[in-house]
């Protein structure tokens, strides 16, 4: 009785492992990184192909992470439930990012790793979000809320409301978050008008407003380094 051949991707797909375990995921090619993600959604497939048309379709590894359901059921291969599953791990991707935050230190002190931190989370959300870090009187991170989501160019934000659950955390300063899906960071004229009423209703409530920092594809503003509020 002949043995059964192997798939051919077989080989290569353990190769792809043995150079991961060598020089880790951050010198691979995002192709690479991908294919392996994939393996793991695909066991019974080769994926390097798939690999390579989500980065041609998306642009670049986050942006296929950050793919909205619909637009990833667009590429052939991709299916309901490994759909669900790159969602997933996504989703877990965020988790791990938020939890590098030390909620023991001043946010401020780790400018750096905040930028990077909130790009994670929103800068390929499809749609607008606006998220609030709450933070205490030494600055150390309370909570990090998702207030309100909107549409590819608006987000509802009532500054009362932000006030509001400011108080029912005890915090005493917030740096505002959101995204602009278009992906140019540049601040517009409603967000600086909606960044100063926040500002001028926390104020006599001794509520510090640090920042609203704006995130998209290109990189991020802060209308506080642009000297708006």
């Known amino acids: 009785m002949e043995e059964a051949v192997k798939p051919h991707y077989l080989g290569h797909r353990e190769r792809a492992r043995e150079r991961f375990n060598t020089i880790g995921g951050d010198a691979l090619a995002d192709y690479e990184l991908l294919e392996l993600l994939l393996h793991i959604l695909l066991p019974q497939r080769d994926t390097k192909a798939l690999a390579k048309d989500l980065l041609a379709h998306f642009g670049s590894f986050s942006a296929v992470l950050g793919a909205s359901p619909t637009r990833l059921g667009e ?6 439930t ?5 969602k997933v791990i996504q989703a877990a ?23 990077d931190y909130c790009r994670s989370q929103m800068a390929y ?4 979000q606006f998220r609030i ?3 205490d009187k030494k600055n150390r991170l309370i909570a990090d809320e998702v207030q309100q989501t ?25 740096i505002l978050v959101h995204n602009h899906p278009s992906g140019d960071p540049a601040p517009s ?41």
């Open 150 to 174: 909107g549409t590819v160019d608006h987000t509802p934000v009532y500054p009362r409301e932000v006030i509001r659950r400011t108080l029912e955390l005890s915090a005493t300063a917030l």
């Open 82 to 86: 490994s759909i669900t599953n790159l």
């Open 75 to 80: 590429i052939k291969g991709l299916g309901p």
């Open 125 to 128: 959300e499809t749609i607008e």
């Open 93 to 115: 991707a965020q988790r791990y990012g938020r939890d590098q935050i030390d909620r023991e230190q001043p946010i401020l002190a780790s400018w750096s790793q905040l930028i």
């Open 133 to 135: 870090l709450f933070l």
């Open 189 to 229: 004229s409603a967000d600086v008008r909606m960044t100063r009423e926040i500002a001028d209703i926390a104020k006599p409530l001794g509520i510090a407003l640090h920042d609203h920092i704006i995130i998209g594809k290109s990189g991020h503003a802060s209308l506080r380094g642009l000297k708006l509020i």
